[in-house]
């Protein structure tokens, strides 16, 4: 009987041990441990548009608007190791929002659709680091209800015709209506404080001859 009454209290005492709740582990501290601090979200800002293989990139600038005219700004940085030089009208083309190429006519100077953005190139030599600026101008117009308006989606621009082009990201899309026709200016040295705003509007769009591209 007495064998029997110690095997049931080992038995109980078992039972009991199965039942306790398992002990926290302790840091080195004495203290329980802290779980791992999460990892920072990465950042979902774009980054910036690589350097060019032959040393620059081409941004916006902002785009201004007055009655039906619009100025867009571009920059153009040398980020490369050696001077790059510029004398002429930055090339751009348009695409639509499936990315069809667009017919635009690109008039250098933009006198036929408004004043103020005509001076003629002048040469410019760039150090790393510097930047120039231009701009593209055109009027939102529909004179024709039989023709589609454009809208384009994507920018691509030459530094200067027959160099290679670079997409440019938009802040919106380059509405021409149904002119089809982008004027640009010059490059010119950008200090940080030249502005591309449009003059005051304009009259009707002069029927000037439209000057060459020639550099």
């Known amino acids: 009987m007495r064998t029997a009454a110690r095997i049931g209290a080992l038995a109980s005492v078992a039972v009991l041990a199965a039942c306790a709740p398992t002990p926290v582990p302790e840091g080195a501290s004495g203290r329980p441990s802290e779980p791992a ?31 039906g005219l619009r100025a867009m700004g571009l920059e153009l940085v040398n980020c490369g190791d050696r001077p790059y030089v510029l004398r002429g009208y930055p090339a751009p083309s348009l695409r639509d ?16 659709i408004t ?7 002048a040469r410019i030599v760039l150090h790393p ?25 994507y920018l691509d621009v030459a530094p200067l015709p027959g160099r290679p082009s670079y997409p440019v990201e938009l802040d919106g ?9 982008l004027g640009v200016s010059a490059w010119k040295r950008y200090d940080g404080t030249s502005s591309t705003n449009p ?10 001859p439209t000057p060459d591209n020639r550099l």
């Open 97 to 112: 929002a499936d990315r069809d190429p667009l017919k635009v006519t690109v008039i250098p100077g933009a006198r036929p």
């Open 115 to 121: 004043s103020g953005f005509d001076q003629p190139p």
């Open 37 to 67: 601090p999460s990892t920072p979200a990465a950042s979902t800002a774009a980054p910036p548009p690589a350097c060019s293989p032959e040393g620059i990139r081409i941004t916006e600038l902002g785009v201004d608007a007055a009655m």
């Open 173 to 181: 899309p380059i509405d021409l209506g149904n002119t089809g026709r």
């Open 199 to 208: 003059p005051a509007p304009s009259g009707p769009p002069s029927t000037a």
């Open 129 to 153: 680091g510097e930047r120039a600026s231009a701009a593209l101008l055109w009027r939102n117009l529909v004179t024709d209800a039989t023709v589609v308006a454009s809208n384009g989606a």
